[in-house]
C-alpha cells in the first residue's frame, strides 16, 4: 500500500503562487509515476501534470504549461507542483496520485481558491 498526504493548499489572489507537496509513504519503492489532478464541484477530475520515477519526463495540460513546474525530490518520497500566475479559474480541490504496479493511489486532496 502507498499512502499520500497532499498540503499546501489555500487562498491565494490573482497572480500569486502556491506551491502544493505530496507526501509518500508505505510501499513507495512501487511507485511509477506521480501527478497532479483537480476537480470542482461536480465535474470530473481532470489533470494537470504528471512525472515519471526518475523526475526526468514531465508532462502538463495546456493551462498549466509555462504557469506550473511539477518536481519531485525521490529522498524524501514527495512530489512537488510549483503554480505561478494563478487564476480564479485555477480554484479546485488539487489531488495528488501515484501509479503503482497494479492500482493507482489517490490523496484526499487540498483546496486552492484563487481570488479575483
Known amino acids: 500500500q502507498v499512502q499520500l498526504v497532499e498540503s499546501g493548499g489555500g487562498l491565494v489572489q490573482a497572480g500569486g503562487s502556491l506551491r502544493l507537496s505530496c507526501a509518500a509513504s508505505?510501499?513507495?519503492?512501487?511507485?511509477?509515476?506521480m501527478g497532479w489532478y483537480r476537480q470542482a464541484p461536480g465535474k470530473e477530475r481532470e489533470f494537470v501534470a504528471r512525472?515519471?520515477?526518475?523526475?526526468?519526463?514531465?508532462d502538463y495540460t495546456d493551462s498549466a504549461k509555462g504557469r506550473f513546474t511539477i518536481s519531485r525530490d525521490n529522498t524524501k518520497n514527495t512530489v512537488y507542483l510549483q503554480m505561478n500566475s494563478l487564476k480564479p479559474e485555477d480554484t479546485f480541490v488539487y489531488y495528488c496520485n501515484a501509479v503503482g504496479p497494479l492500482r493507482i493511489y489517490w490523496g484526499q486532496g487540498t483546496q486552492v481558491t484563487v481570488s479575483s
Open positions: 508505505g510501499r513507495t519503492l512501487s511507485i511509477y509515476a
Open positions: 512525472i515519471d520515477r526518475s523526475g526526468s519526463n514531465t
